[in-house]
């Protein structure tokens, strides 16, 4: 997984982990914030690896459909965007603006 998608996976457990079972949020808080190998979250649980590996590929797709349908991350990112572009038009009152109105339509 490159490190870009492990960024990703890592914001969608962020915004979404109560969405998930509790052995899902464990095994992925695991895997992804502890960097437990599979093998040692196998270990742990008194399971096959291939069990943990079926389990985290399926909450990331549980993680990745949540997004498909909320697009929290998309907005947050969106809003990054206009943010940086905000400050850098700071001078332009009409850009301003116009970049101010585009933040508020996020949140209706």
């Given at each position: ?66 997004e ?5 991350l ?35």
């Open positions: 997984m490159s490190l870009e998608a492990m960024v990703r996976m890592n914001m969608l457990f962020s915004y979404y982990q109560t969405l998930l079972t509790k052995k899902q949020q464990q095994m992925l808080a695991l895997y992804y914030e502890e960097d437990y190998s599979l093998g040692e979250i196998a270990e742990h649980y008194k399971i096959s690896r291939q069990a943990v590996h079926d389990t985290i590929k399926r909450s990331e797709k549980a993680l990745e459909q949540y498909a349908n909320l697009e929290l998309k907005k947050r990112n969106q809003r990054e965007v206009l943010l940086d572009e905000l400050l850098l038009n700071l001078d332009n009152k009409e850009q301003a603006t116009n970049i101010i109105h585009q933040l508020k339509e996020y949140d209706e």
